[in-house]
């Protein structure tokens, strides 16, 4: 089984006392093995970002709103820089998290069309799949496909 970090084990634990308010903390931290100075840390840290977050939301929220959504994360981020300072990959999970990125300017999908009319002439199977030749440049063929390869 994994072995989990302490700030796993203090988000759980501050889970679980939510719903059990009338077991004792010291039982929760024998149990899941954790220091009462690291548990009291991790509450400490994850109140302060949950709330920092908060913050920086709003402010992205705004940011979005003056520009109608025009700004992706790195221009987001370089907005926010002006005043405060903050990494852009915080930024990007932001708004990730609260589904605030650009969908403006997304790549489009090239999709194959293929027209119900012939254009231009068609000429006749003249080779049937015999492409050996006795002499150079007497048969040239030509193959016009699309192949959209999309990677996960």
């Known amino acids: 089984m994994k072995k989990r970090k302490n700030k796993e084990k203090t988000k759980i634990i501050v889970e679980l006392r939510q719903e059990h308010p009338d077991i004792k903390l010291c039982f929760w ?24 977050d908060k913050e920086l939301l709003k402010e992205i929220q705004r940011i979005i709103e003056e520009t109608n959504g025009a700004y992706g994360y790195r221009r987001v981020s370089i907005e926010l820089n ?12 932001i708004m ?17 069309i293929s027209y119900k009319v012939e254009v231009g002439k068609v000429f ?20 016009v496909s699309e192949f959209i390869l999309t990677y996960p």
């Open 124 to 143: 006749g199977n003249k080779l049937n799949r015999k492409f050996t030749v006795d002499e150079p440049n007497k048969v040239w063929v030509n193959d």
């Open 96 to 112: 990730r998290e609260n589904g605030l990125l650009c969908k403006k300017f997304g790549r489009k999908n090239r999709r194959y």
């Open 29 to 52: 931290l024998k149990v899941a093995s954790v220091p009462k100075s690291s548990y009291y840390e991790w509450v400490k840290k994850l109140s302060q970002s949950h709330y920092r």
């Open 82 to 93: 002006n005043k405060v300072l903050v990494n852009h990959k915080r930024v990007l999970r």
